[in-house]
């Protein structure tokens, strides 16, 4: 079988191989997407009356300290099941939260009326808290910047489309794949969500700022009528900070991946048991994304570096102090963290703790360089000022160091897939993110795929089921072995990753080249034990 063809520099890809092959098609950059006024139902509040009220309370307190966050998000559902609608939900989170330095401590309140006399009482609570808990850490410091605004760019508001129109094309897609013989059902999702912010300090820092993002995902379940398999996929279009042109075609070709889907998922139901072992695998940017999530993103985090979060999702192996000395991995290992990139989850003008967003490097040279930061950590750390991680699901949240844009960088002038596939004996291609695992430190891991091909002496052998590879982090990027070059590389991503007590979700995008990781233990999860 034929390895996948690469695209042009610049363009976007997508696996289409409705025979098995992982061939690519390409979708051309758009122009940039038009830029709109912030939601003229939040800047109807009285924002800047509200900080201020929220603000004097907190200066005639006595405190050091002080900043309030009034937030609006609006977040939609649709659920569409074989082309009827099984359900759908629009809600509307409105609330203001204020954080506070009294006597040396912090503290945090929040309420959901938006009212001069409910932000006075949310400071009382804060101030209260403050007194209760002292001893808090230092802030770094931060520049002023006073009379930000900022939006994501976007064409249409998904929430500006009518729900019938969101329907027909959820409805359309599912009829689609419905025709293939071998599809026995389809369920697609659809989640919208605009996130409205006006932060303010007693520095004087203003930021107001609107961003969209949205994520239609389709599963196809499937059954072969002969030998009676059954087996799933799911659409590989990712979330993104773009509006409702995205179903269109402005980032991704839905029209392309869904006229391949039928044939990959006949494909799968025919699908050869791996045989454990050792095997190079090559990574397509579908897949490599969540590992790079998990085994980079979350293990970088400063609050975990410092020993916070080990009562929930964990911590990290990662020390503060091992940031230029820390083997990660390889040295072609460049990963940059970034919060300004056009249409990245995570993208923002401006942190819930006021600073400008920016990007770093987390590895450089396969050797650790930075961590994420807030201005929390960015003090206990020594590490100057911060890098504009902190972010709270809404203002009834207490703002934590979150995970920005976290990229895995192409190699200028490096081989395309087909090359890497090419320098294959023995190997599997993996395509797509699926089930996963980590242990507490992250480290030890299995990651499982939509799809995984057999290579045979540089060439696409069939698909293959059962396949899981294991190891270790700092082990894995040891073994990474090369790097695809810029036509190789997509953006993916989770727009809900959980963290926190109580529980807070965020989104967050990363880009990926194709890879190569060299002998890397894959075992079958039909049959052994993970």
């Known amino acids: 079988m034929a390895a996948p063809a690469d695209r042009d520099d610049g363009a976007q890809s997508i696996p289409t191989a409705g025979d098995g092959r992982g061939v690519y098609s390409t979708v051309s950059p758009a122009a940039p997407a038009a830029r709109h006024g912030v939601d003229e139902a939040f800047r109807a509040l009285p924002l800047g009356t509200l900080a201020d009220a929220a603000l004097s309370r907190a200066r005639a307190l006595g405190a050091g300290d002080a900043s309030c966050r009034i937030q609006r998000v609006r977040s939609a559902r649709l659920e569409v099941g074989d082309g009827a609608v099984r359900g759908s939900e629009d809600t509307t989170r409105t609330g203001l939260g204020v954080r506070v330095r009294w006597g040396g401590g912090w503290g945090f309140a929040a309420v959901p009326e938006v009212t001069p006399e409910a932000a006075g009482v949310a400071v009382d609570r804060a101030v209260a808290l403050a007194r209760a808990c002292p001893g808090g850490a230092d802030l770094a410091p931060e520049p002023v910047h006073p009379g930000a ?5 976007y064409r249409t508001n998904p929430f500006d489309v009518p729900a019938a129109e969101r329907v027909a094309v959820l409805a359309g897609w599912s009829a689609r794949l419905l025709r293939a013989p071998h599809v026995r059902t389809v369920v697609a ?20 700022q609107q961003r969209v993002r949205v994520h ?16 799933s996929l799911r ?10 042109e995205y179903l269109a075609g402005d980032g991704w070709d839905w029209d392309a991946e869904l006229a391949a889907l039928p044939g990959e998922l006949a494909a799968k139901l025919r699908a050869t048991p791996v045989e454990p072992g050792r095997y190079d695998l090559v990574l397509d940017p579908s897949h490599l994304w969540l590992t790079l999530h998990e ?12 020993g916070h979060e ?34 990245g989850l995570a993208t923002v003008g401006y942190d819930d703790e006021g600073v400008q967003a920016r990007s770093w490097d987390l590895v450089r040279d396969g050797v650790l360089a930075g961590l994420q930061h807030d201005r929390r950590t960015a003090a206990a750390t020594g590490a100057g000022r911060s890098t504009g991680c902190a972010y709270a699901e809404s203002a009834t949240h207490v703002p934590l160091p979150r995970m920005p844009n976290v990229s895995l960088r192409p190699a200028p002038g490096g081989p395309g897939t087909a090359q890497l596939i090419a320098g294959v004996d023995d190997g599997v291609y993996l395509v797509g ?3 996963w695992s980590i242990d507490s430190w992250r480290r030890g891991f299995q990651f499982t795929a939509q799809r995984c091909y057999r290579i045979r002496k540089g060439q696409l052998a069939g698909q293959l089921a059962g ?16 790097v695809g070059g810029p036509g190789t590389y997509a953006v993916f991503g989770a727009d809900q990753c959980g963290k926190g007590q109580p529980l807070q979700l965020a989104a967050t995008s990363h880009g990926c080249p194709a890879t190569l990781f060299a002998g890397v233990r894959v075992v079958n999860t039909g049959t052994a034990a993970p």
């Open 310 to 343: 080990m009562s929930y999702a964990g911590g990290t192996f990662v020390r503060p102090e091992q940031v230029g000395s820390l083997r990660f991995g390889s040295p072609l290992m460049q990963v940059t963290a970034d919060r300004t990139s056009a249409h």
């Open 467 to 482: 396949v899981a590879y294991q190891g270790d982090t700092t082990g894995f990027w040891g073994a990474l072995r090369g």
């Open 235 to 244: 659409t590989l279009g990712p979330p993104t900070a773009r509006g409702w």
């Open 295 to 306: 085994t980079v993103g979350h293990a970088t985090e400063a609050d975990r570096a410092l």
């Open 433 to 435: 993110s699926d089930a």
């Open 149 to 153: 605004t900022w939006l994501s760019p």
């Open 189 to 208: 999702y659809l989640s919208t969500v605009q996130e409205n912010t006006f932060y303010a300090d007693l520095a004087g820092t203003t930021a107001l």
């Open 216 to 231: 239609p995902v389709l599963f196809a379940f499937g059954e072969d009528p002969r030998t009676g398999a059954r087996a």
